[in-house]
């Protein structure tokens, strides 16, 4: 992918942008170790295996998770399956990251910093469930820096840290969802769709058309909990929440009270 492609990806990448998303462009002049080119996280259309320990899902192309991931803390940003999130890195030790990553296997996690740390020094500054995700397109600038696309995987769990600096290197351990579908499973999901029709309704975010037609679409209740949370939660806290929860019903129902408290629909 040239340059020109990787920014046109990028800009259609904006469309799908997440609350935090809005927030980083008005804070982009801090100096957080990344900032977003175009901010934001959209759908990934492609779908993708996640192969580990054996466990296959026959569905769609095939990647292997590592046992082990650089990490990227970051602060306010998390990184759901499916969704796309374009960076752009400057600071040398995430460039020596990005080059670990590239020259191994085209993947890092992003983990969120606690809301209590101006900047990470230690692993105890950040959330060690996180998502791991694969660099879908990296292009390198004249002075050192990069843009990339990353696409979330899977979530995983930090087990054990191989090193802490100049980035940590983490043991992950993937997590599953419980994600058995019910009666349940399917109003909880139905009503997720309802709160997201009436955002589109009340104005509150306006999404391409492809993209707006997919979600209405969309069957996979674990699918849509996460690219609702990852779109339309603002409180990064909230987000963490919903990723680590592996219960899709679960999931599904904190999804329902953060949109119904944030869009100020209690009564939906």
């Not at 020596?96 to 101006?118: D, E």
């Not at 306006?206 to 699918?223: A, G, N, T, V």
Request: aromatic residues 8%.
């Amino acid at each position: 992918m040239t340059k020109h492609e990787l920014e046109g990806a990028m800009l259609r990448a904006s469309y799908w942008s997440s609350g935090f998303a809005c927030r980083a462009k008005l804070r982009e002049g801090e100096s957080f170790g990344f900032r977003h080119c175009v901010s934001g996280q959209v759908l990934a259309l492609a779908t993708i295996r996640i192969s580990y320990n054996n466990k296959t899902d026959p569905m769609s192309s095939s990647v292997i998770l590592p046992k082990r991931v650089p990490v990227m803390p970051l602060p306010g940003a998390l990184l759901f399956p499916h969704a796309l999130l374009p960076l752009y890195i400057f600071e040398p030790r995430y460039r020596q990251m990005l080059k670990h990553a590239l020259t191994h296997h085209r993947m890092f996690c992003v983990a969120l910093i606690k809301p209590h740390c101006a900047e990470w020094q230690s692993a105890a500054d950040f959330f060690h469930t996180a998502g791991v995700g694969l660099i879908r397109a990296c292009v390198e600038r004249d002075d050192g820096t990069s843009n990339l696309i990353l696409q979330g995987l899977e979530r995983v769990r930090f087990k054990e840290f191989e090193q802490e600096a100049p980035f940590p290197i983490a043991t992950i351990e993937p997590l599953e969802s419980d994600s058995v579908s019910s009666v349940e499973t399917e109003a909880l999901a139905t009503k997720v769709l309802e709160l997201y029709s009436n955002l589109k309704g009340n104005g509150q975010r306006q999404l391409p058309p492809k993209i707006d037609r997919y979600l209405s679409d969309l069957s996979d209740p674990e699918m849509l909990a996460d690219l609702l949370a990852s779109t339309f939660v603002s409180d990064p806290l909230r987000r963490q929440r919903v990723l680590e929860e592996l219960s899709v019903n679960d999931r599904l129902r904190l999804v329902i009270r953060y949109l119904r408290e944030e869009t100020g629909s209690a009564g939906a």
